[in-house]
């Protein structure tokens, strides 16, 4: 009979620390770190597909603006309040076990680079691009292609960014869905764990 009280003991001991050590995980997860694998081609030459990195999400918490140049993963859902319930329920739809097991599927987080911040006013043009009547040299775009830009104009409003993947030609970014909301900025990209492709 006491042995069946201590192992009862010893079973809810062992429940509790295994729930506050997955609310430890999820904490980390959503507020700190999180692993995270490229999807696509939109950032070649600097990233490739398959690609597995630690993005920091610690930028995202505080909501603090990314530097220009940063590589960020964004949540291309920019129409959609982003909320701590979306970061739990994107935890299980994007996590890095499930896309190796499966493949994945690009989906609605996206890699990108910082182009723009708020209040500034891009210019694209015969493959260059300006910021606030500057020449960007962006060493790292893709030199495979001269990207097209059909004398594109952009004003990047307050509480956005501006992003564009590397491989210019091939990729969907703010061009597209237009600046991208700060709290739609997941994480910025951090530590290469694993080559893809």
């Not at 300006?130 to 104009?153: F, Q």
Request: proline share 3%; hydrophobic share 40%.
């Amino acid at each position: 009979m006491f042995a069946k009280k201590v192992n009862h003991k010893m079973t809810d001991r062992g429940y509790r620390i295994f729930i506050c050590l997955l609310i430890f995980i999820l904490f980390l997860n959503i507020f700190v770190f999180q692993v995270t694998a490229v999807s696509g081609d939109s950032m070649r030459q600097t990233l490739h597909n398959d690609d597995v990195y630690i993005i920091s999400k610690i930028g995202n918490a505080l909501q603090l603006y990314p530097d220009y140049g940063d590589v960020v993963v964004i949540d291309s859902r920019v129409s959609q309040k982003r909320t701590v319930l979306t970061a739990i329920a994107d935890m299980y739809r994007y996590n890095i076990i499930k896309k190796l097991i499966t493949g994945g599927e690009p989906g609605d987080m996206w890699v990108k680079r910082v182009i723009g911040l708020p209040g500034d006013r891009l210019y694209m043009s015969d493959g260059i691009v300006y910021r606030n009547g500057e020449l960007l040299d962006e060493i790292y775009v893709n030199a495979d292609e001269m990207p097209r830009y059909y004398n594109d104009e952009y004003i990047v409003p307050e509480g956005h960014i501006f992003v564009m993947g590397d491989n210019r030609n091939h990729s969907s970014d703010s061009r597209r869905i237009g600046a991208i909301p700060i709290e739609n900025v997941i994480g910025t990209v951090k530590i290469k764990i694993k080559s893809g492709d």
